[in-house]
C-alpha cells in the first residue's frame, strides 16, 4: 500500500489534535484517521490515546473487526473529550474495502465506480452510536482519499481522477494546497495499492 499524508496543527498551535493509523493486519491494511475533539493539548491527547488503543487492538487480534475496535476505542476515551473517526479496512485480494465511521471524517474511494461512504454522528468516547460496518468493492488501483474536517468536505472528484497518476504524497500535498483550512487542524491522506 502506497500512503501520502499531510497532517499539521491549527494555525498558531503545536499541538496536533489530528492523528492517523495505518497497520498491516495478514493480507490486510488498516488505515484510520482521527480528530480529537476541539484543539491543542486535549484533543492531541484523546487522539494519541485512541492511536495506541488501535495499536494494542491490533497487536492482540489476528483479524480487524471494526465495530470491535470502535467499542474499544470508545470505552478506551470515555475520560477524555473523544474523537471523530474513520476506519478502512482494504482487503486487496479479496477485492473489498470495509469502512466504519463516526463523525465527521471524510472517506471517498475513487476507481471505476466513486465510493462515498457515509459516517455515522457521534463523538467515540463520549455519545457513540452503535457502529455500522460497511463492505465496498475494491480493486488494486483504486484510491482511498481520508480527511477531517480541518479540509474543506467539497474536494472535487475530477481533480482527484486528474491527479490519479502522481504518486500519492504529490496527490496529498497538491488537495492540502487547495483545499486545508487555518482555523482547524487538518490531516488528509491518500493511500492506494499498486495495479498488478
Known sequence: MNVGVISRPKKGFSANGDSYVIEKINQKILISVIDGIGHGVHADNA????????????????????IILFNRCHEALKSTDGVVMASVLVDAPCGTIRYAGIGNIATRIIGMKNIYPIPR????????????????PYKRGDLIL????GIISRINSDLCIRLQNLEEQTI???????????DDDATLLVAREEST
Not at 47 to 66: F, G, P, R
Open 47 to 66: 487522539a494519541t490515546k485512541c492511536v495506541n488503543t488501535i495499536k494494542k487492538y491490533i497487536q492482540s487480534s489476528e483479524d480487524c473487526n471494526l
Open 121 to 136: 454522528g457521534g463523538i467515540v468516547g463520549y455519545n457513540m452510536p452503535a457502529v455500522k460496518e460497511y463492505t465496498y
Open 172 to 182: 496529498a500535498e497538491e488537495l492540502f494546497k487547495q483545499y486545508a483550512r487555518d
Open 146 to 149: 481520508m480527511y477531517t474536517d
